[in-house]
């Protein structure tokens, strides 16, 4: 059973209060960043951080960043860095765009494989600010599910390798 991602509403709603940096735990990212996160969106981050290994896509430490009290930038209430559910990676690579231009040094697909990324609820778990409609926000992920559908584990989204008979059968069809 496919779920919606959560609204930045309902995260705030479900992920609050904001600000409450006691519930934050240090992660350090492939290439050395260290973010500070919601101890609940821990497994989230570690799948997150193998698909920048696979890719050897480092986050690097002056340019990544999480936890933050403040509002959102072009809106009204408290970013998702308030609620340590959002991450900013490698901000001089992948600026803010209010125009609307998508700059980033990120491959396609990890971005794509770390979006695919699902809880074994079936709920997406990651959103990239590169795929919003008006501005862009390559830098920044942030967490799209509940903290009761992460408790269920994240599940690989890619799908397992063929076993030689399946290889087998596409090669003689």
Same mark, same amino acid.
């Given at each position: 059973?496919? #779920?919606?991602?959560?609204? &930045? ?7 609050? @209060? ?13 290439? *050395?960043?260290?973010? &500070?996160? +919601? #101890? ?9 951080? +193998?698909?920048?290994? #696979? ?21 009204? *209430? ?13 901000? !001089? ?30 709920? @997406?778990?990651? *959103? ?26 994240? #599940? ?7 076993? +030689?008979? !399946? ?7």
């Amino acid at each position: 059973m496919s #779920k919606a991602p959560l609204s &930045t509403t309902q995260l705030r709603s479900t992920w609050g @209060p904001p600000c409450s940096a006691s519930r934050g735990v240090k992660v350090e990212l492939y290439g *050395g960043a260290v973010i &500070t996160i +919601d #101890k609940r969106i821990v497994p989230a981050v570690l799948a997150m951080n +193998d698909v920048f290994a #696979k890719w050897n896509y480092k986050c690097t430490p002056p340019d990544t960043g999480a936890f933050v009290c403040r509002q959102i930038t072009g809106g009204t *209430g408290y970013s998702l860095h308030a609620y340590l559910i959002a991450i900013d990676i490698n901000w !001089q690579d992948n600026p803010y765009s209010a125009t609307g231009r998508l700059i980033t040094d990120m491959p396609r697909g990890m971005v794509d494989e770390i979006t695919a990324l699902r809880t074994n609820s079936g709920a @997406p778990v990651w *959103g990239w600010g590169g795929n919003y409609r008006s501005i862009k926000d390559t830098m920044h992920y942030e967490i799209v599910c509940t903290p009761d559908d992460l408790a269920t584990g994240i #599940k690989d989204a890619a799908p397992p390798p063929l076993t +030689d008979d !399946q290889k087998a059968l596409i090669f003689l069809s």
